[in-house]
């Protein structure tokens, strides 16, 4: 057989091959269609909470770990939340929030369950649009934690998606979102500590230890008023501190 005719061939089976797979997903569809998974309905929910997160990490940073604080000082159109106070003259402070971390996951939690229940939601909703029967069991379990470099968040709940005989369990939809809070939150702690200790906590310093960091303090009215950002990320955590105030006119 010479060349073209092998050519002539191989096109021939090339052609019938496309023809076969065509008429077999007409006549069966895609065998990954009633797989949920194919949906990736992890992606659908992390992105949904990490939106979330975003927002309460927001507010938290500008509120001093807060979201919605209520004992603050006010500079140019700006609360500072207070987290080391004393009320009397030349006495350090003492600290408002001693397990600020801790504190700080449970306003991320509180301040977000409500929309993650909602993700959960849309996603079955998502998946009851694209033709699955869905049904879910058992209790939402939702938890923040600060780790460094992210924040991990647990999230649990037993979603049962049926399609065409096939079901699939779903209930793991843990994810990360990045952030340098944890790092905030130390150097948030080492500003405590030291004014509630020494009446004063040497920024400048800290800085040249860590070049990553940019601090900055404003004296207001016997308060200290901190600016604690993360250069990479521009992410500013700011919060205030009345220690060792001297009397008016002192």
Same mark, same amino acid.
């Given at each position: ?6 050519? =002539? ?7 019938? +091959? %496309? ?8 006549? $069966?569809?895609?065998?990954? /269609?009633?797989?949920?998974? /194919?949906?990736?309905?992890? *992606?659908? %929910? ?10 309460? @990490?927001?507010? +938290? ?8 604080? *209520? ?7 700006? *609360?500072? =939340? ?26 991320? #939690? ?14 079955? /909703? ?7 029967? %869905? ?8 938890? @923040?934690?600060?780790?460094?470099? &992210? +924040?991990? $968040?647990?999230? #649990? ?11 699939? =369990? ?14 905030? @939150?130390?150097? =948030?702690?080492? !500003? ?8 004063? &906590?040497? $920024?400048?310093? $800290? ?9 900055? #303090? ?9 600016? @604690?950002?993360? #250069? ?8 205030? !501190? ?7 006119? %002192?």
């Amino acid at each position: 057989m010479n060349k073209e005719g092998q050519v =002539t061939i191989f096109i021939i089976l090339g052609i019938l +091959i %496309v023809i076969s797979i065509i008429i077999y997903f007409f006549l $069966y569809g895609d065998p990954d /269609s009633v797989n949920p998974k /194919s949906e990736v309905p992890e *992606n659908f %929910v992390g992105s949904c909470v990490e939106e979330s997160l975003e927002k309460a @990490i927001r507010k +938290i940073l500008e509120n001093g770990g807060e979201i919605s604080p *209520n004992f603050t000082i006010s500079y140019r159109d700006l *609360n500072y =939340t207070y987290l080391c106070y004393q009320a009397d003259y030349y006495q350090s402070c003492y600290n408002l929030r001693p397990m600020l971390e801790f504190q700080i996951e449970e306003e991320i #939690r509180e301040n977000t369950i409500t929309e993650v229940e909602k993700c959960l939601e849309d996603l079955e /909703s998502d998946l009851k649009s694209k033709g699955f029967e %869905v049904s879910s069991f058992g209790e939402m379990e939702y938890e @923040i934690n600060i780790l460094p470099g &992210f +924040i991990e $968040y647990s999230l #649990r709940e037993n979603i049962i998606a049926s399609k065409e005989g096939t079901s699939q =369990t779903l209930n793991n939809f843990d994810g990360e979102y990045n952030t340098y809070l944890h790092r905030l @939150i130390q150097v =948030t702690r080492d !500003v405590i500590n030291s004014e509630a200790q020494f009446c004063n &906590f040497e $920024y400048n310093g $800290y800085m040249l230890l860590y070049p990553e960091l940019d601090i900055k #303090r404003i004296d207001v009215d016997g308060s200290k008023l901190y600016n @604690i950002r993360y #250069r990479d990320s521009n992410e500013n955590f700011k919060f205030a !501190v009345r220690s060792c105030a001297f009397a008016p006119g %002192v």
